[in-house]
């Protein structure tokens, strides 16, 4: 039987990190291995880095919303192998407390990506809604669920987060382009 692998993901359970990480496994015929979930691309290159992790997966770059301007940075700091570089589609969707409606929202919470993504829905629907960045859609989407934040914040994040979270979805699919690509890479330790 062939060892365990360890990936790290810059996102949290239910984030599109995660969704990317199943993707490449499935579609590479990896069948044991254990995600790590490490929320940003700083914390896995560098888990990456100190040989904890034997690849790291992070978004680097969105059809829509540009470059993941902290994945950039913290490239800049390690070394490492690319394995492959991929996309997968992301579709964005506008999360809340169970009961809560559009009329109650006063928040949006979710990582500066998505924020970008969906900025011209949240200015056509919501324009005076303060916006609050985050480090991971998921994770947003946790904190939502155990009351880190208020109940009048809405969250941006995958639909899988309706169940994992116990939220309702207000509306699904609020990206401002129909295909809505992030590129993902996969990286290992120099010396593999």
Known sequence: M??????????????????????????NNIKNYKLKYLINA???????????????????????????IEAIYAISNYNF??????????QHCLLVQRGINVSDIKKIAS???????????????LPNIKLQEYSDTASAAKDLHNNTLTSDTAVIAPKICKKLYNLDILEESIQ????NFTTFVVGENLNK
């Open 42 to 68: 700083e914390k896995t290159l560098k888990t990456l880095h100190d040989k904890k992790i034997d690849k790291a997966i992070f978004p680097i770059e969105n059809s829509n919303g540009g470059i993941v």
């Open 111 to 125: 990582h500066p990506q998505a924020l970008k993504q969906c900025r011209m829905y949240i200015k056509q629907k």
């Open 81 to 90: 192998n690319i394995k492959k570089i991929f996309e997968i589609d992301v």
């Open 2 to 27: 062939k060892k365990e692998i360890k990936i790290g993901i810059s996102g949290n359970v239910g984030s599109f990190s995660e969704e990317a990480a199943n993707y490449y496994c499935q579609k």
């Open 176 to 179: 401002d382009l129909k295909f």
